[in-house]
């Protein structure tokens, strides 16, 4: 395993560490928690970088590479539905969105034809870090700032965390929806393929004959 490939499967490791951080009950723990986020963060810039210019891009990059980036914000996203700061819903849009595009990426590839990351999925991944960023720097307020200089002002700031948090989960909910139906659109010529038989297609076992 090269060092970018390395690199990108630590994001799997990073993500273990973010759960048990939110969740243990360590001093700091939130703290923690963000630096681990953003040293991730770190690592995705990277690891592509050196893929790129230095070791070249390898199969098990490719394939590791948008996992370990869906696991890492699927942990935060889930722990903050435990931690009652984002409603399941939200969660759910999002992550099936992900499930969706993947789904069509691979039925994409069984036709030759690879999709591009467009302008809005950068939006709504730009988002869903968004989200990810405001609420593990909130708890940092929460838990390991205003109860050791200024407990009394935590009664007043855990409301106002909350709605913060809910109105960036549904921007970022409404912004993943729409990515997706643009993904959709601009490939419903899939759909319907995939929608046909294999003789209809020639995309099965007599197509390949």
């Known amino acids: 395993m090269n ?10 490791v990073l993500a273990g560490v973010l759960i048990a ?3 243990s009950g360590v001093p700091f723990g939130a703290s923690f928690a963000l630096a681990v986020f953003a040293v991730a963060a770190v690592t995705d810039a990277l690891d592509g970088r050196l893929a790129r210019r230095v070791y070249g891009v390898t199969a098990l990059g490719a394939l590791i590479d948008p996992l370990a980036d869906k696991v890492l914000v699927s942990a935060a996203l889930v722990s903050f539905v ?6 399941a819903w939200i969660v759910v849009v999002i992550l099936a969105r992900e499930f969706f595009v993947t789904g069509l990426r691979v039925l994409a590839a069984g036709h ?3 999709i591009a990351a467009g302008a809005w999925g950068k939006h709504k991944t730009a988002w869903q870090l968004v989200v990810i960023v405001t ?3 909130g708890l940092v307020v929460q838990r390991d700032v205003l109860p050791r200089v200024a407990p009394e002002r935590l ?3 855990t409301p106002w965390f909350e709605a913060v948090a809910f109105v960036v989960g549904v921007a ?3 912004i993943t929806v729409a990515s997706g139906g643009i993904y959709v659109h601009r490939h419903r010529d899939l759909l319907r393929a995939g929608d046909s038989g294999p003789g209809d297609s020639g995309c099965g076992p007599a197509g390949a004959r």
Do not use: D, E
Not at 5 to 12: G, I, M, P
Not at 82 to 87: D, G, I, S, T, Y
């Open 21 to 23: 951080l939110l969740f």
């Open 82 to 87: 435990q931690l009652q700061l984002l409603p």
């Open 172 to 174: 970022a909910a409404l």
């Open 3 to 12: 060092l970018p490939n390395a690199l990108t499967a630590s994001r799997l």
């Open 135 to 137: 609420l593990l720097a």
């Open 112 to 114: 030759g034809r690879s």
């Open 155 to 157: 009664v007043a700031f």
